[in-house]
């Protein structure tokens, strides 16, 4: 199974590290490391540092961060009232939460757009609103954070509770005996028990979020909210240069390991403090 | 007593409108008797089949884009599920390093981005010449790897619960490794294959990035590579049909895995069939 | 997930790395030379004897047809007819811009028979990439259905790879009913750099043709040029439309201008007079205006069909190249695609006379005159070619 995963990565700096062939532009791959030619990659890490595909990578980063914050505060509420105190809804809110991972993504979107289009019903009502007669589907950053939050938000809500779900019901018992009003129970004690958990919930959103780019070709389509996965795609497909994008892809690999290396220092950290 | 929490009730119940009710409306639209999207007009089922040219059932390439959603499913399922049951077989054998390196390989497809994984197969494919062709192929090849952690992942979860006693037990009564394992672990792990194939089932018919890239032109595009395609331009609600046809699928499989794990656990004398069932289900 | 697993990958990885380096340098790039054409200089592609055309006098296969095009450029009722004049189902992939249909086809992501929107600045490509195969012409019974002025053109002397489908002029499409001031006279183009015209702008997805819009504005008319600076100007230029009027980027124009969606929209002349049949119910036609430059400022094109080499169904993809030559068929497809075809009897005047074009849309109509006078999109060299392309993606990134 490593094999599923090593060769296509050593292809991937193959082909970054690789010649181009001057008639197609496309690229001739280099197998042999001793020959890897860093002048490309190097190019591209230019433009990506100084140039312009560095508005790119800082947006995809702002629209996830806002993104997984939307996720955060429409996720824990309701994985909060469904593992503590649903009661005897439990089983059909837990349905409820499953299903959308049945239902495509696609055709969660494509709900969206036909609600978003001119005469669509959103669109319509969105259209009362002081700015809000506008088109909704082209270029507008907002429609594609949204759509971000509403595609995601169920692949946060169920580790979030599987999470909170764990928490033991008697420590809240516990600090409701000291005296603690249901408020404080919460800031002081779930709300802290929960961080490891919550932490990998947004982990767990934010990185398949990061290689996004139909979201935002569904609902939006505009050079104004270009994402760094739309780049890729549009070196690999649309162009006939795929070495920039496979080393757009590298970068972007190498960045998502240093979140995940950052995430794993800290669960480390966070287990010595608990076995001390 | 606590009081009621009436604002996260309502919260939540806002929540689960706003995540169904677009879904819904997709539905509804698909039974649309007018060429719109957005406006209704009319209950009817020409999307379906009464639309002599439009329809999925009447327009080659949706009737097409199905087909080949349900051949690659099927042919992901075949694929990974014996791959994926042998591997949870051999990890839970594994102790030490080894065994949790391999967990540690096992858990990376699911938090790649797709997007990583079908950008480097398809370089693979298109610059080294091998067999692999784009296409079926090689949406295969992207399809199984991520495929093959889920069934793993559930596989494994059960062979947990159900514990080495039963077959160190068939051991002592003189079966061989091989005996034991085909004739105690495999009845017992059927359920969780069964829920396995499922998810593998829904995880390859909503596949859209792999499948996207690793493309060969119509004859291998599948539902959601359709939808992608045709969603901004001005297509007819046939594409809610489509849609909303796969869902129906998504949902009767589901639905029957469901009825089939309920029968079998009851059979292994499981009391609480139908939540254990679910949350089998759910459990990964 | 643990640090060791982060070790073991490094470990596995730096294997198969030291595997690899046991093996020699990969071959570098070929050095095939790109034959560019240009009205002044027609170029003629020296045929090899590996890339020979197929036999006369062959059978159909058995199909199916596979075929690449834009959406909506050809009317499905023509594959309808096909598949039952010859009982073989036509497959049909979609692109929605020519390198992509290049980069597509040559790394087989579409392996289709047929490629029938083959961009005439591509074909030089094609031919050095031997993507494309020599066509046997005996199959083409209705070749003399084509206009005199296109059987041998400049881009391929002899008509050896391709066959001619439509013309157009590229301008810009428009709602006269929702713009401020009807586009009209020398620099219509205006209207986009309008920043009345906030989010109901749309620009083709295309990179030769947006940047020559942006080059005509910005007074350059080499828009074949290999000048950095002038590139640089255009997209400046771009740049500048892009923060007035935040256009869409894609090759809809022909609903998104009749639904209303759009106002003003960069678009190909076929689109304008194709989006007649996406107006809502009871909105006239009159409300679709097409403005476009003086002929020396104005950008005149075709479009070619030509046959893939990988080709595994030719005599099919002969026989359907056969099919769109007949004008009964061409009729068909210029009423659902709107482009103009290059058959007899599709001359402008002649469309004009018969009524089949508004007297407002007549300006979306190519004489062959205009096909003499009007700006080409010629090939570039590779390294320009770069150049161009480096810029169309940082346009793209929206910085």
Redesign the interface.
Known sequence: ??L?????????A??AF??????????????????WDFTLFTDVMDRVVN??????FI?TALYVVLAVAGCVV?GY??A???SR??GKWR?A????M??????????????????L?????MAQLLSHLPEGN??W???QPITVMFGLV?GY??FFI?PLYATLDRIDGRLLEAARDLGAT?RQAFWRVTLPLSRQGLMAAC??TA????????TN??LS??????MV??????????????Q???SL?LM??AA?LVV?GGY?VSV?RAQKLVTR | MKRKPKLLATFTALYVLWSMLPVAIAVLFSFNSGRSRSTWQGFSLRWYWGDPFSSVWHDDSLLRALRNSLVLAALTILAATPLGVGLALGLTRWRGKPARVANGILLLPLVTPELVVGTALFLVVTNSYTFLDLGRPAQLVGHVTFSLSYVVIVVRGRLLSIGPDLEEAARDLGASPFQAVRMVIVPLLTPAIFASAVLVFATSIDDFVASSLLSSGAGSETVPVKIYGSVRGGATPALNALATIMLGVSMLALVAVFAIMRVMRRRQGDANAGENSLKELASW | MSRRRFLALSVAGASTVGLAACGSRSKGASSIELQIASPAKPVKFALTSDNAAIKAGLSNEAGPLRIANFADYVAPELLDKFKTETGVTVELSTFGDDVEALSKISTGAFKVDLLMSTAIDLLPKYVALNLVQPLEKSYFTNYENLWDSVRDPFYDLGGQFTVPYTVFSSGIGFRSDLVAAPLEGDSGWDALWDPQYSGVAGLLDSYREAMALGLEHAGIDNINTEAQADIDAAVAELRRMLKASNPRLDVLGYQSIPEGTTTVNQLWSGDILAAQGYLPAGTNSSVLGYWVPPIAKRVINNDAMSIMRSAEHPVLAHAFINFMLDPANAKINQAYIGYQSTLKGFEAEKLVAEGTIPKNLANALVTQDDFTKGLRILALPAATDKMWQDAWSSLRTGA
């Not at chain 1, 809110?93 to 409820?96: G, T």
């Not at chain 1, 299903?99 to 036909?114: E, F, G, K, T």
Request: hydrophobic share 50%.
């Open positions: 199974m490593a599923f995963f090593i060769v296509p990565f050593y292809s991937v193959a082909v690789g010649q181009v062939d001057p008639i197609r532009q496309s690229a001739v791959p280099e197998w042999n490391p001793r020959f140039g312009d595909l560095r508005t790119v947006r429409v509420p309701v909060y009232f469904v105190e649903a089983a809110l837990l349905v409820l499953i299903l959308p991972y049945w239902v495509s993504y696609l055709m969660r979107m494509l709900a969206w757009v036909n609600l289009q001119p005469q669509g019903w506008r088109n589907l082209s270029g509403y938000v169920p169920l249901s982990v767990i990185l398949p979020m990061v290689g996004d780019y139909y070709n569904l389509a505009s050079p104004r909210t270009e996965g739309n780049q890729i795609v549009f070196f690999l497909q649309q162009t006939t240069q795929p920039v994008g496979a892809v972007l690999s998502l995940m794993l480390n």
